[in-house]
């Protein structure tokens, strides 16, 4: 979900008396980038995956339907690099390769602060398209069923009417080899201000324990998943064979290391201003209360 889509869900709940609060997690751009990276380019769902317009990989210009959509020209290079593996058992698409396609308009580079400074919804919400072609569909008719369990069919019809009229209106990508438009400072900062002030807690998958700590404090939420996230994601910081999603190990020189946070410094700024902020929350739940601010 991008914010725009879920503030419409959350206003439509609270206006009808039910508790909406909206929380997120946050990675390290450098272990994001390359658990993208493999999830897109080695795993064996990537190559369906891509299909799939919240990665974005899609160039939806002027059209209604997911089945007829046409991958941008680096959503086509991902899936040749599947074509060439199975056919050839080689040629692939190295990390490098994936970093340095589209520099400033990549989808995968700063997707953090993409999705939080977002005014308006990504292409799925906006017409019809196949029941099971997408995430967005799943994340969609799953948001319905929790506003009909919580409010019944006149909350969900009103949920569902509210994401329907979030259809965007202006072009989903640029004219330029179909990639979204570029993001700068302005959007950098729409997104910390709405960490800070629309989130009630917010975490970092990095440091899975202390974030479960202040969900549980915040929210009333378990711990369990904490010991899941922090397999999932490692600990520490990072080392130079960065682990990707399914398990995989992609070796990252310095060098590449340096680029990835180059490229993606609106969400290394994003990162750094969770972890500040995830510390302070956290402080402020062991720190000794004084009688004045029990009173």
Known sequence: WTYHELNAVRTVA????????????????????VSEYEYLVHSPLGKFAVHQDQWLYVDQRGHQSQTVATLTRLGRRIVDAHHRRATHGSGGMSLEDFVNAA??????????????????PRAWLGGAYPATCCMGTIARDTTVAWARTAGGDG?????SAALRTLAREEPVFSDEGGLPRSIGEAELRVALRRLADEFVAVGVL????????LFEHTLGWTRAWA????????????????????GRRTRVSAALA?????????????????NALLSERLERLTKPRTSSSRK
């Open 14 to 33: 609270r206006a009808a008396g039910h508790a909406f609060d909206l929380t997120t997690m946050v990675r390290d751009p450098l272990r994001r980038i």
């Open 103 to 120: 520099p400033g308009r990549h989808p995968a580079h700063n997707r953090m602060v993409r999705h939080l400074a977002s005014d308006a």
């Open 155 to 159: 909350l969900a019809a009103n949920v």
């Open 206 to 213: 990095e440091r899975a324990a202390e974030s479960a700590a």
């Open 227 to 246: 010991n899941r996230t922090s397999r999932a994601a490692g600990t520490g910081r990072w080392a130079p064979d960065a682990r990707g999603r399914g």
């Open 258 to 274: 340096a680029r990835i946070y180059q490229l993606n410094a609106l969400d290394t700024a994003l990162y750094a201003a969770a």
